[in-house]
Nanobody, 120 residues
Framework: QVQLVESGGGLVQAGGSLRLSCAAS????????MGWFRQAPGKEREFVAA????????YYADSVKGRFTISRANAKNTVYLQMNSLKPEDTAVYYC?????????????WGQGTQVTVSS
């Protein structure tokens, strides 16, 4: 079992920045990808970004490409999401996800979520 703990959410004005962190503990498998999903009120959970174990491959949703950057520090079992140029439509609960895949229905472990609110 893998436990994920997110931090770094909060309230920010449009155009601002936030950095989310997700620390993994427990029975972690170093070869697994990690990523971020988000869920806005009344909407389904959606993919935001993912990163391979080595950090050499990243994936982004079109809606965040060029504004968000995902990275990881394997020595710390931690993944980060740097969010710049935030928009009100980025408001959601952000969830950290742990492999074996980043397919929504096949995620191995989820974090508890952290609220991100972007005011206009």
């Amino acid at each position: 079992q893998v436990q994920l703990v997110e931090s770094g959410g909060g309230l920010v004005q449009a155009g601002g920045s936030l950095r989310l962190s997700c620390a993994a503990s427990g029975r972690t498998f170093s070869s697994y990808p990690m990523g971020w999903f988000r869920q806005a009120p009344g909407k389904e959970r959606e993919f935001v970004a993912a990163i391979s174990w080595s950090g050499g491959t990243t994936y982004y949703a079109d809606s965040v490409k060029g504004r968000f950057t995902i990275s990881r520090a394997n020595a710390k079992n931690t993944v980060y999401l740097q969010m710049n140029s935030l928009k009100p439509e980025d408001t959601a609960v952000y969830y950290c996800a742990y492999g074996p895949t980043m397919t929504l229905k096949a995620i191995g472990s989820w974090g508890q979520g952290t609220q991100v609110t972007v005011s206009s």
